[in-house]
């Protein structure tokens, strides 16, 4: 199992970003995928997660209205847009792809950097 985040960088603040997460490995239409991030000195936290078909999305408060996931499950990959960026939204953002405590797979994160 293979989860490649891709994307990150450095915009000014109200700016967007486009991730990616490339998965392999395992049969990516069949798993709900979430995004998360983690802030120097913060624990990690969900950002959003999607279902299977790409119907459903749940966000947290803070990326309602900004964020979008989606995902291809013809290439097997997730996606997080991420506009009117603020500095606070700066962090490592990593995918997720979780059934159970045996089938937890993170990918090695992509940083996001959101300058004031």
């Known amino acids: 199992v293979q989860l490649v985040e891709s994307g990150g960088g450095l915009v000014q603040s109200g700016g967007s970003l486009r991730l990616s997460c490339a998965a392999s490995g395992f049969a990516f239409s069949s798993y709900v995928m979430k995004w998360y991030r983690q802030a120097p000195g913060k624990e990690r936290e969900l950002v959003a997660s999607i279902g299977i078909t790409g119907r459903s999305v749940y966000y947290v408060d803070f990326a309602k209205g900004r964020f979008t996931a989606s995902r291809d499950n013809a290439k097997n990959t997730v996606y997080l847009q991420m506009n009117s960026l603020k500095p606070e939204d700066t962090a490592v953002y990593y995918c997720?792809?979780?059934?159970?405590?045996?089938?937890?797979?993170w990918g090695q994160g992509t940083q996001v950097t959101v300058s004031s």
């Open positions: 997720n792809a979780r059934q159970n405590s045996k089938f937890d797979y």
